[in-house]
Antibody
Framework: QVQLQESGPGLVKPSQTLSLTCTVSGGSISSGGYYWGWIRQYPGKGLEWMGYIYFSGLTYYNPSLKSRVTISVDTSKNQISLRLSSVTAADTAVYYC??????????WGRGSLVTVSA | DIVMTQSPDSLAVSLGERATINCKSSQSVLDSSNNKNYLAWYQQKPGQSPKLFIYWASTRESGVPDRFSGSGSGTDFTLTINGLQAEDVAVYYCQQYYSTVPLTFGGGTKVEIK
């Protein structure tokens, strides 16, 4: 059974770049057939899809994030990464990586809380 | 963007009773070429990540109890829990994947025990 684990700093200063890594185990990203996405959840409830990547490197991003978001894949490490630039307090959230099958998400990581504060 | 609106925001149901959660999309998520509704439901328990429960509007994910059922088509969808159990206390989200950029979620419905 595939497992996903997010990792990265829990505190980021305003205007800096948030960087997270998702390590996938129990399955190979390069085997294809799935998209690998990042979704964040704001304090309270709301879920926001940020983007996803295919093992080939093909990416799709949420236009609301404009050019601030970058998702990449390292098939040799079986990892996907998220970078979000110019963060503000509004980017404080729990960040999840998830496996997408047909664009719904059938496996999720535990999530990584990132707080943006000076 | 397709906006997903869930109702109610929260509901309290007695054990063993039925819980009904509604999800409405701002435009149809039905693909007439294959007659599939691009709608998923997730369950999120406190302190946990969301878990896929239903996809294609009515197909239960493996391991999901059959007291959970999804229905609806086009723009109006329902998640029904028949015979609420204590372990069903959670927040439930709908998500459309008809428009893949962006994918969008409903605001969530919190289910509690009355």
């Amino acid at each position: 059974q595939v497992q996903l684990q997010e990792s990265g700093p829990g505190l980021v200063k305003p205007s800096q770049t948030l960087s997270l890594t998702c390590t996938v185990s129990g399955g190979s990203i390069s085997s294809g057939g799935y998209y690998w996405g990042w979704i964040r959840q704001y304090p309270g409830k709301g879920l926001e899809w940020m983007g996803y990547i295919y093992f080939s490197g093909l990416t799709y991003y949420n236009p609301s994030l404009k050019s601030r978001v970058t998702i990449s894949v390292d098939t040799s490490k079986n990892q996907i990464s998220l970078r979000l630039s110019s963060v503000t307090a509004a980017d404080t959230a729990v960040y999840y990586c998830a496996r997408g099958q047909g664009f719904y998400f059938d496996s999720w990581g535990r999530g990584s809380l990132v707080t943006v504060s000076a | 963007d397709i906006v997903m609106t869930q109702s109610p925001d929260s509901l309290a149901v007695s054990l063993g009773e039925r819980a009904t959660i509604n999800c409405k999309s701002s435009q149809s998520v039905l693909d007439s070429s294959n007659n599939k509704n691009y709608l998923a439901w997730y369950q999120q328990k406190p302190g946990q990540s969301p878990k896929l429960f239903i996809y294609w509007a009515s197909t239960r994910e493996s391991g999901v109890p059959d007291r959970f059922s999804g229905s609806g088509s086009g723009t109006d969808f329902t998640l029904t829990i028949n015979g609420l159990q204590a372990e069903d206390v959670a927040v439930y989200y709908c998500q459309q994947y008809y428009s893949t950029v962006p994918l969008t979620f409903g605001g969530g419905t919190k289910v509690e025990i009355k």
